[in-house]
């Protein structure tokens, strides 16, 4: 075993256990932690088993198979943000709904103050007028 593959295996490990320490700790939610899990599980994999990345090496026409394992890491990365731009603009679509019905409960609240305040004001002019 080379260098390179060690420091990939470590990488790999390491990535795996920072991630299931987070999912732990409730830093990274479960079906947030998928992808992440998958690529730490495919970089070990491709670390250990180097025929596979050999093969995966060549098809992508790439000559240094460690080479080949940095732009499977780097595709599912890629993966990862996509996916959390999906997350990322679902959320901004529910803040802006949320803040347009906030609106909308502000000022039906507003307005029923306002009533209030004329029916109370109106009781008060009334019962001025019986006491005298």
Known sequence: MDQVEIIAILGSVFLLGLIL???RRRQVAENY?????LT?????????????LDVLAS???????PAALFV???GFFLLILLQFSVIITQLSRKNKEL???LGILSWKL??????MAQVIKQQTTNDKKDGE
């Open 33 to 37: 932690a998928l992808l992440w899990l």
């Open 72 to 74: 499977i890491g780097f």
């Open 40 to 52: 730490a599980v495919a970089l070990f994999i491709l670390s250990l088993w180097r025929e596979l």
């Open 99 to 101: 803040a347009q019905q």
């Open 21 to 23: 320490e987070m999912v």
């Open 59 to 65: 098809i992508m026409g790439i000559f240094y198979p």
């Open 110 to 115: 507003n307005e029923q103050e306002q009533k």
